[in-house]
């Protein structure tokens, strides 16, 4: 990306699409990989504290769904209560006593992780605009191969193998899981049809492939997980593919000058880019924040419909601005936008996002972190493509 030509790339871009997909593919192994580490280790603190003699309402997985045999659903204590998913530490009356520690790891990883959008944040608008967008790709590499620090120096807590079984193929461990395997593999080979369909084909195909491929894998799902994970896999895709997007755009009309929008907000890279994403930053603070001091008390029922509720309400503020409602009314497109489509999705998108992980770490079956993490994070982004396919 950082030494194609701009004449290559404006009359091929599907060679810049192939490249994003690929950067995409890398960021992918890595996210999973480093969330499979987490989330076993939220699960491990989670069971700890149950065997410290806390009793909590435990997610409890039921019994009347399809359950395979190769498949272990998450220990629950005897205190734990049908339809259950709680996320606090409470005792047997159900009064809430201590924070589920847990909630700790994740909120850390997501604190760090919003630190870096805010770095990356106020580099890419100035760039951009003063000099090239090509620079922002060679930048990119150095600042992505700080990878290999944790990685060479052995910061994961990982259980070195020894050097005859490194690099051997774990056929006991993929005979347990190759239900699981086999759902991991079709959901790739949907999101690469979907990718292809995207780079070759009209909208309509992308349209076709997204609904054809949901219609194969969610009846998949429920056949090879345990019930209630099938059940909160079809929740983050629904939740994803019914909030239909805009953002493709939309990113033109706020960027674009008055030849092409007149009388239309004509924001600057450096505003559009980087200051109004420095704004989300403290947005998903705020997030992080309400999640760690009051959401992660709740019940993951009640979580979820306090941010759908505030999702739906924020879906109203791109129609506020595009109709120019804003201007009508004497607010500045710059401050509808900050306070608007800005902040508040980021809030409301990190509140829900967060519950999310932390009950997919209580329900992955041990072992399987990654593939589960893989299969789960997979559906949420094909609802995203789903929901962006739509719009």
Not at 219 to 241: D, G, M, Q
Not at 308 to 315: H, Q
Request: hydrophobic content about 50%; glycine content about 8%; aromatic content about 12%.
């Amino acid at each position: 990306m950082a030494v194609l030509p701009r004449d290559v790339a404006r009359a091929t871009p599907q060679i810049g699409a192939l490249g994003f997909f690929f950067v995409s593919v890398g960021v992918a192994i890595i996210d999973l990989l480093v969330e499979a580490k987490y989330a076993e280790i939220m699960r491990q603190k989670h069971l700890a504290a149950l065997a410290g003699g806390t009793p909590q309402l435990a997610v409890k997985d039921r019994t009347d769904g399809p359950v395979p045999s190769e498949i272990e659903t998450v220990t629950a204590t005897p205190q734990s209560v049908e339809g259950s998913t709680a996320v606090e530490v409470a005792d047997s009356e159900g009064d809430s006593t201590d924070k589920d520690p847990a909630s700790k790891v994740v909120t850390y990883v997501w604190m760090c992780t919003i630190v870096g959008w805010f770095l990356a944040s106020c580099m890419i608008g100035p760039i951009a605009d003063n000099f090239s967008v090509q620079l922002v790709f060679c930048v990119g590499p150095f600042l992505a191969a700080q990878v290999l620090i944790p990685i060479l120096k052995g910061y994961l807590p990982e259980t070195r193998l020894p050097p005859g079984e490194a690099n051997k193929f774990q056929r006991d461990k993929f005979q347990k899981g190759k239900a699981v395997f086999g759902l991991a593999f079709a959901t790739a080979v949907v999101a690469l049809a979907l990718a292809l369909a995207g780079l070759v084909g009209p909208p309509e195909t992308k349209l076709a492939v997204a609904v054809g491929g949901s219609l194969i894998l969610l009846p998949l799902a429920f056949r090879v997980l345990p019930w209630r994970l099938a059940c909160v896999n079809v929740y983050l895709f629904v939740s994803e593919a019914l909030y239909v997007s805009l953002q493709g755009a939309t990113d033109y009309w706020y960027t674009a000058g008055p030849e092409c929008v007149p009388g239309g907000p004509h924001f600057t890279y450096t505003y559009y880019q980087s200051f109004a994403h420095i704004v989300s930053t403290f947005g998903c603070m705020l997030g992080l924040f309400f999640f760690h001091s009051f959401i992660r008390n709740w019940r993951m029922r009640k979580a979820f419909w306090a941010t759908t509720i505030i999702k739906t309400a924020a879906c109203s503020l791109d129609i506020f601005i595009l109709l120019r409602w804003n201007v009508r009314v004497g607010i500045p497109d710059k401050v509808a936008f900050i306070f608007g489509d800005a902040m508040l999705p980021s809030i409301v998108w990190l509140m829900e996002y967060m519950p999310g992980q932390l009950l997919v770490s209580k329900l992955a079956p041990p072992d399987m972190e990654s593939t589960t993490f893989a299969i789960l994070e997979g559906f949420r982004m094909f609802g995203s493509t789903v929901s962006r396919a739509v719009g």
